[in-house]
């Protein structure tokens, strides 16, 4: 089972990028996938989620995301996305993607798998 990670890199601040994570091992759509963030010196943030199979659950987005970052997937290509415009400074993170069975709500215990994370930067 493997989770992996890409799309970061530096972006100006109002920009975008579109992170990609993309599972093998298991199938995207049995498993709730997730977006975490590390920032230096700060705890570990949800960012973002999307249910498996149960599409009638709506995307999980933290406060200081929503509106600017949207989650997707890709059932053929076994990949989850995450959209993210209009960045600030206060984005800047090394973001992780994860899975697990249920949504995500906030646990500090979710997450059965784990991906390595990509390095976002956001500055001018």
């Known amino acids: 089972v493997q989770l992996q990670a890409s799309g970061g890199g530096l972006a100006q601040p109002g920009g975008s990028l579109r992170l990609s994570c993309a599972a093998s091992?298991?199938?995207?759509?049995?498993?709730?996938i997730g977006w975490f963030r590390q920032a230096p010196g700060k705890e570990r943030e949800g960012v973002s989620c999307?249910?498996?199979?149960?599409?009638?659950?709506?995307?999980y987005y933290s406060d200081s995301v929503k509106g600017r970052f949207t989650i997707s997937r890709d059932n053929a290509k076994n990949t989850v996305y995450l959209q993210m415009n209009s960045l600030n400074p206060e984005d800047t993170a090394v973001y992780y993607c994860a899975a697990d069975r249920y949504m995500y709500s906030g646990s500090s215990y979710w997450g059965t798998y784990w991906g390595k994370g990509t390095l976002v930067t956001v500055s001018s």
């Open positions: 091992g298991f199938r995207t759509d049995d498993y709730a």
């Open positions: 999307i249910s498996g199979s149960d599409t009638d659950s709506m995307p």
